[in-house]
């Protein structure tokens, strides 16, 4: 328990309680003037600079040191007042809950709802969630060393050149897999199974006319997608569906903040700016 022993001699501020992760302190003077909890499913975050109160999402806070945690306030669908929890029926339905009032979220299309990350996360990147094979495309067998040369094996859609299916290595069941995500590339641009990159419409047969002709561009040399083979892994990031609106489950309505952006994945070869989750 923190008292005036502890603030003597350190800078004014708060401080983070040693045993109990949602409990902080203030010194002022050398004297310990306040004893605060953080509201219900928010923790104190140390790694702040300690001018100002620093209670966030537990998502990316170490606990492991100090896990003890007050009572939980539940309300109907909130664990906690505050907090993003994946709806125990639906593994794609996450809840915002704040100040005990639930908004349900909805992640993008072959996304899960992972609790651990605060975020919407490929589906066989989550924790009790069964693997989706709901995308009619299975990953033909691939030698290791086509792997360790060319990385992640990718394939287009057949039914939209803009769409392409890329194989990801996923231990399932104590066993290497391989399980197909369904990417998109940017507006103004189709995929390119010659070059196994993104490209304008232009360059790949059968493709010319996916695009209005008041959309199309003319391809320079600098325009196209990073090297299949240049060693870089381009960070790929999905988000919630910014015209979906949350809706309140509670009583008394109002607004809430949007969900979270979905957590990353990892493509080799593709550029970040080229390549969308659908």
């Not at 990417?183 to 047969?205: A, F, H, M, T």
């Not at 010319?208 to 240049?230: F, L």
């Not at 910014?242 to 309505?253: D, K, N, Q, T």
């Not at 809430?256 to 070869?269: D, E, K, L, Q, S």
């Amino acid at each position: 328990i923190f008292s005036d022993a502890q603030c003597s001699g350190v800078p004014d501020g708060f401080y983070g309680d040693p045993q109990q992760c949602d409990r902080y302190y203030e010194c002022r003077d050398g004297k310990l003037v306040a004893d605060e909890l953080c509201p219900d499913g928010t923790v104190f975050n140390t790694e702040k600079p300690n001018d100002k109160p620093a209670c966030e999402l537990p998502f990316g806070i170490d606990c492991s040191s100090r896990p003890k945690l007050q009572p939980p306030q539940s309300t109907e669908r909130c664990p906690r007042l505050y907090g993003l929890f994946r709806d125990e029926r639906v593994c794609s339905v996450f809840i915002q809950c704040t100040n005990g009032e639930a908004y349900e979220h909805s992640c993008p299309e072959n996304l899960y709802f992972n609790d651990q990350k605060g975020v919407c996360d490929w589906s066989d990147s989550v924790d009790g969630c069964n693997l989706p094979y709901s995308l009619g495309f299975s990953c033909p067998e691939y030698k290791e060393e086509e792997y360790l040369q060319y990385g992640d094996p990718r394939f287009p859609d057949p039914s939209d050149c803009r769409k392409l299916y890329v194989c990801i290595r996923h231990v399932y069941n104590k066993q290497n897999v391989l399980l197909p995500r369904h990417l998109s590339c940017e507006e103004g641009k189709v995929y390119n199974q010659e070059i196994q990159e993104c490209d304008y419409p232009e360059n790949v047969r059968g493709c010319e006319n996916y695009y209005p002709q008041t959309d199309r561009r003319v391809a320079s040399p600098s325009s196209s997608g990073a090297s299949r083979r240049d060693g870089g892994n381009s960070v790929i990031r999905s988000s919630l569906n910014p015209a979906a609106a949350p809706r309140s489950i509670g009583a008394g309505g109002g607004a809430a903040n949007r969900g979270p952006v979905g957590v990353p994945t990892r493509i080799r070869g593709i550029n970040k700016e080229d390549i969308h989750q659908i």
